[in-house]
């Protein structure tokens, strides 16, 4: 399964391509408003950053002004995935991207049906809110289990992006759900990489290196 980073944060991005772990970065205008700056900039900079896909969102709601938005986002690199809300303009305007030659991540997506349709339409990822279903008491990983079984069945290539994750469980679920990619609070990515246990080792490996070394140099 592939790892995206979610966030608009260079700083961020710049480290987990250093761990040798980044497959691409989604953005969305919340995570954008918490760094601000000129949008543009910081899409550019990502994409040097990774070339893999890195998602920019649309938040026009009439299907001329999403493609001029998404035009304008494909220009700024090659690897820029024109992200389009879940909407029937929504489902217009991907299939126009699509027609384009603009790949496109259908976001906001809560059910396998809807997930179906940007499939269809011919959206590259489709992303399932795991997190935010879970906030209502609903399993999100059923969508990512249903959309698993659809694709594979029907041979279809949209790529399931497990999303709106809080936790390194939804992680693990999502990978074994069939999620192709998830993308990842860094946070999350961190708590992924730490356990007690582990951190635990190494300072006992270090305090049992150092009172060797010490014990070695006193009888030497
Ligand atoms: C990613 O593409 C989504 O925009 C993001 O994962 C949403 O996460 P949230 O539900 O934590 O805002």
Redesign the pocket.
Known sequence: MKIFL?TADIEEIRIAARWGVLDGV???P??YAKVGGSYDSILAEVCKITSGPV?A?VISDDVEAMLDEGRHFAKIAPNIVV?VAMSENGLEAISRFADEGIRT?C??IFTANQGLLAAKAGATLI?P?V??LD?INQDGMIVIRELAEIFAIHEMDAQI?S????NPLHVTQSAMAGAHIA?I?FKVLQQMVHHPLTDKGIAQFKADWTKAREASAATS
């Open positions: 979610d989604t953005t969305n919340t995570l998602s969102e992200k991540n976001t906001l992303s809110f997190g935010r906030d992006l999303a709106s994750i809080r993308t609070p």
